[in-house]
């Protein structure tokens, strides 16, 4: 698939049910071999609802953009700065599950990279379980370094969460 074919913009109030719906549908297909469902939907309900996502829109630390596909929203990055910290987190990067290894992924996180330089920053920090096994090693093959782990929360699992950052390459 041509990557041209790839729109990646900011997200607007409409794209909410379907940004939520992408997310269920990318956690159960990467999460619920070992988180189960249950703990899924608790922290799903409480994180993830609508009005929550609203919240988003008008946060100045919060940027979100989507990426379409033939007017398909098919992905999603949300970045969060830092000020204390002076650091940019890519908090959520979700590929529905039938858009994978087509590039949409690089597209965001190309979108969060610009975010992050606009802000005179050279880094980008993350956060990926353990278990998420695909996702975790495509970071690594893209340059992130993961240097800490910490316990993350899911209804009532704990799950090991790396945390890492890349170094942004500057465009030539």
């Known amino acids: 698939m041509p990557t041209s074919d790839i729109t990646i913009r900011d997200w607007k109030l409409e794209d ?65 700065y830092n000020e204390h910290e002076r650091r940019i987190y890519l908090s959520s990067l979700y590929i529905h599950p039938n858009h994978q290894g087509k590039g949409i992924g690089r597209h965001l996180l190309q979108a969060a990279e610009s975010r992050a330089e606009s802000l005179g920053l050279d880094e980008i920090w993350l956060g990926v379980m353990i278990q998420n096994v695909d996702a975790l090693a495509w970071y690594r093959k893209l340059g992130f370094v993961f240097e800490r782990e910490e316990p993350f929360v899911m209804g009532k699992t704990s799950v090991q969460h790396l945390i890492g950052f890349e170094k942004i390459r500057k465009a030539m």
Do not use: K, N
């Open 16 to 80: 909410l049910p379907a940004v939520r719906q992408l997310t269920w549908d990318t956690w159960l297909d990467t999460y619920s071999s070992f988180i189960p469902i249950e703990d899924m939907q608790a922290y799903f309900d409480e994180h993830y609802t609508l009005q929550d996502m609203e919240q988003l829109l008008y946060s100045q630390s919060v940027r979100c953009a989507v990426a379409e596909l033939d007017g398909v929203i098919v992905g999603f990055g949300r970045t969060q």
